[in-house]
């Protein structure tokens, strides 16, 4: 009999890492993963975008020569539950896939108050870059980054930033508390210490000028003034004076730097998991496609050491707690490239594509990249180029070469394509509406490409495989939800075969079936108590059979439990 194991990693106690042995879906316990047990509180890191980059690179290559790997694919991800889903963690919990979250929910995403209170005490300023910004403490001494849309595309990236925040929080992923805020410039003072001035330089008719609240030799003094003419002259104003923000509240905990997309955080003991085998890393390639996410790296992840109440007194003791790992910066998805709108190309190549410059090589400039001839017609500039014309959810790309995104296979794909199709028109309607757009055909015009893009990324992963989720006994039947004919329709078909008759155990059974449910037949006998003894379970694997006649290129697998007591069956793992 074909026998179904997960592994399951913990830890067993604090600062030991420990694996439990392979499981067997009927002997597995769902529970929060142990990866949040106390730790000594790490080392901050630093972000290495060259050491993703190579990684990254590198992880692209190994696949392209691994013969096996283009025969077999890639290995099932570590972390994957009986049901092929994920258990609550420090780096994911269920959510709207789960339970359906309210349309206000959505709106307000993980905001837990109405934004920065006034007056704002201006910490620290980003004066170098395209995007500028600086960090408030509000009147409720809470910590903020504001950051600011392109002069010319006003509304663009803080509107795509809360609108993916809010999704991506919906979905189950840590993320920050993102707002969109006017704020008057009148609320805004210099913190002002002496011993440690608030100082930042500005560019004065080329020429570097050093700008600080306690001036010393060859600096000038930094005040409202200048902070204004420098930084806040430059955006738009609404018609009483204030200007659009985004304002970001600093995440819960202490900062410990990214996490990488691949390989394990050695200074953290409850990180056992290669992330690149992480399931909810892998299934973010629907999400990050879906949303047009196209700056999935390392340098937008954050580990956040959550001090545990526990930890010791005094300033030189030890903190203890865990790491929760969080999705930051999405100020480059949906129509936005942060400081400019997406193009084409945006989705449908890596920034730098080895396979692209091959090709253009070979064919000596020949061979036209598909996105080169799209059109991307007229879009509105404070939502920027976000359309269905240029999306493959089979093929989407990142900036970067992402090893987790990489590794996904055709079950962490419909793993987070369910997190995509979660989301009715009513919840991204929602969504849309926290993103405050002053026009409301350009929120048509997102809203419109939210919900094809959606589609059609349900539409190609849930064909990847039976897409047959919730699976039950109703009646002595198995029963599933056919996730296609909920959200696309059709003629429901199925073809079935179950290897335990209960005649005679050792011969497989199989039929088809209109409905979504499988006849289950009772064993004959009463079936050996030995929770270890295989006669105990039985296997059914379901194909979906889908308008078109075409029949699902794998099948839906569902292990069951015979109960003689009670002469039922009861469903103790699936996988699709």
Same mark, same amino acid.
């Given at each position: 009999m074909t026998r179904f194991a997960v592994l399951f990693l913990a830890l067993g106690a604090a600062g030991a890492c420990a694996s439990y042995p392979n499981v067997e879906p009927w002997?597995?316990?769902?529970?929060?993963?142990?990866?949040?047990?106390?730790?000594?509180?790490?080392?901050?890191?630093?972000?290495?975008?060259?050491?993703?980059?190579?990684?990254?690179?590198?992880?692209?290559?190994?696949?392209?020569?691994?013969?096996?790997?283009?025969?077999?694919?890639?290995?099932?991800?570590? @972390?994957?539950?009986?049901?092929?889903?994920?258990?609550?963690?420090?780096?994911?919990? @269920?959510?709207?896939?789960?339970?359906?979250?309210?349309?206000?929910?959505?709106?307000?995403?993980?905001?837990?108050?109405?934004?920065?209170?006034?007056?704002?005490?201006?910490? $620290?300023?980003?004066?170098?870059?395209?995007?500028?910004?600086f960090n408030v403490?509000?009147?409720?001494?809470?910590?903020?980054?504001?950051? #600011?849309?392109?002069?010319?595309?006003?509304?663009?990236?803080?509107?795509?930033? =809360?609108?993916?925040?809010?999704? #991506?929080?919906?979905?189950?992923?840590?993320?920050?508390?993102?707002?969109?805020?006017? #704020?008057?410039?009148?609320?805004l003072v210099l913190e002002d210490d002496p011993e440690d001035p608030l100082e930042v330089e500005f560019v004065e008719d080329s020429v570097v000028v050093a700008y600080s609240t306690n001036p010393g030799e060859d600096e000038r003094e930094l005040t409202l003034d200048v902070f204004r003419r420098h930084v806040l002259d430059r955006y738009p104003t609404t018609q009483d004076g204030r200007i659009r923000a985004?304002?970001?509240?600093?995440?819960?905990?202490?900062?410990?730097?990214?996490?990488?997309?691949?390989?394990?955080?050695?200074?953290?003991?409850?990180?056992? &998991?290669?992330?690149?085998?992480?399931?909810?890393?892998?299934?973010?390639? $629907?999400?990050?496609?879906?949303?047009?996410?196209?700056?999935?790296?390392?340098?937008?992840?954050?580990?956040?050491? &959550?001090?545990?109440?526990?930890?010791?007194?005094?300033?030189?003791?030890?903190?203890?707690?865990y790491l929760r790992h969080n999705l930051i910066d999405f100020g480059s998805a949906l129509g936005s490239s942060a400081v400019r709108p997406h193009t084409a190309r945006h989705g449908n190549e890596y920034q730098f594509d080895a396979g692209a410059i091959l090709l253009r090589t070979l064919t000596l400039g020949a061979y036209e990249r598909p996105w080169q001839d799209m059109d991307e017609g007229e879009y509105p500039p404070s939502i920027g180029y976000y359309s269905i014309a240029n999306y493959n959810p089979a093929d989407w790309r990142s900036n970067m070469l992402n090893p987790a995104l990489i590794n996904r296979t055709a079950r962490d794909g419909y793993w987070g394509a369910k997190l995509v199709m979660s989301f009715t028109d009513a919840q991204l309607d929602a969504a849309v509406a926290a993103g405050q757009y002053s026009d409301p055909a350009a929120a048509a015009y997102l809203l419109r490409g939210l919900k094809e893009r959606r589609d059609a990324t349900g539409r190609y992963w849930f064909r990847e495989v039976s897409p047959l989720d919730a699976p039950r006994i109703e009646s002595g039947a198995l029963a599933f939800d056919d996730l296609w004919t909920r959200h696309f329709g059709?003629?429901?078909?199925?073809?079935?075969?179950?290897?335990?008759?209960?005649?005679?155990?050792?011969?497989?059974?199989?039929?088809?079936?209109?409905?979504?449910?499988?006849?289950?037949?009772?064993?004959?006998?009463?079936?050996?108590?030995?929770?270890?003894?295989?006669?105990?379970?039985?296997? =059914?694997?379901?194909?979906?059979?889908?308008?078109?006649?075409?029949?699902?290129?794998?099948?839906?697998?569902?292990?069951?439990?015979? @109960?003689?007591?009670?002469?039922?069956?009861r469903v103790v793992g699936a996988r699709y």
């Amino acid at each position: 009999m074909t026998r179904f194991a997960v592994l399951f990693l913990a830890l067993g106690a604090a600062g030991a890492c420990a694996s439990y042995p392979n499981v067997e879906p009927w002997e597995y316990e769902p529970r929060p993963m142990a990866d949040t047990l106390a730790i000594v509180e790490p080392e901050e890191t630093a972000e290495s975008l060259i050491y993703s980059q190579v990684h990254g690179f590198g992880e692209g290559v190994a696949r392209g020569l691994n013969v096996r790997r283009h025969l077999s694919g890639p290995p099932d991800a570590w @972390n994957a539950d009986p049901f092929d889903g994920v258990v609550n963690s420090a780096w994911f919990t @269920n959510r709207n896939a789960r339970r359906a979250l309210t349309p206000e929910e959505i709106r307000r995403g993980p905001q837990t108050g109405t934004g920065p209170v006034a007056p704002l005490t201006v910490t $620290s300023i980003k004066a170098e870059g395209i995007s500028p910004g600086f960090n408030v403490t509000d009147a409720q001494d809470q910590r903020w980054i504001f950051k #600011f849309d392109p002069p010319e595309f006003n509304e663009l990236a803080s509107g795509a930033e =809360v609108v993916a925040t809010n999704l #991506f929080w919906a979905a189950g992923y840590y993320t920050p508390e993102n707002h969109i805020h006017y #704020f008057d410039p009148a609320e805004l003072v210099l913190e002002d210490d002496p011993e440690d001035p608030l100082e930042v330089e500005f560019v004065e008719d080329s020429v570097v000028v050093a700008y600080s609240t306690n001036p010393g030799e060859d600096e000038r003094e930094l005040t409202l003034d200048v902070f204004r003419r420098h930084v806040l002259d430059r955006y738009p104003t609404t018609q009483d004076g204030r200007i659009r923000a985004l304002a970001s509240k600093f995440l819960e905990g202490v900062p410990k730097g990214p996490f990488e997309y691949i390989g394990v955080r050695l200074d953290d003991p409850n990180d056992v &998991i290669p992330h690149e085998h992480r399931r909810e890393l892998r299934g973010l390639y $629907s999400m990050a496609a879906w949303l047009n996410h196209t700056d999935v790296k390392a340098g937008n992840s954050l580990d956040m050491f &959550i001090v545990s109440p526990r930890s010791p007194e005094g300033e030189d003791a030890p903190q203890i707690g865990y790491l929760r790992h969080n999705l930051i910066d999405f100020g480059s998805a949906l129509g936005s490239s942060a400081v400019r709108p997406h193009t084409a190309r945006h989705g449908n190549e890596y920034q730098f594509d080895a396979g692209a410059i091959l090709l253009r090589t070979l064919t000596l400039g020949a061979y036209e990249r598909p996105w080169q001839d799209m059109d991307e017609g007229e879009y509105p500039p404070s939502i920027g180029y976000y359309s269905i014309a240029n999306y493959n959810p089979a093929d989407w790309r990142s900036n970067m070469l992402n090893p987790a995104l990489i590794n996904r296979t055709a079950r962490d794909g419909y793993w987070g394509a369910k997190l995509v199709m979660s989301f009715t028109d009513a919840q991204l309607d929602a969504a849309v509406a926290a993103g405050q757009y002053s026009d409301p055909a350009a929120a048509a015009y997102l809203l419109r490409g939210l919900k094809e893009r959606r589609d059609a990324t349900g539409r190609y992963w849930f064909r990847e495989v039976s897409p047959l989720d919730a699976p039950r006994i109703e009646s002595g039947a198995l029963a599933f939800d056919d996730l296609w004919t909920r959200h696309f329709g059709g003629p429901a078909g199925y073809r079935w075969q179950f290897d335990f008759d209960p005649a005679d155990p050792d011969i497989e059974v199989g039929g088809s079936a209109v409905q979504p449910s499988i006849p289950l037949p009772a064993p004959v006998g009463p079936l050996d108590d030995d929770p270890d003894d295989d006669e105990r379970y039985a296997e =059914v694997n379901v194909w979906k059979v889908f308008g078109d006649g075409e029949e699902a290129p794998r099948p839906a697998t569902f292990w069951l439990d015979w @109960n003689p007591d009670r002469r039922t069956w009861r469903v103790v793992g699936a996988r699709y």
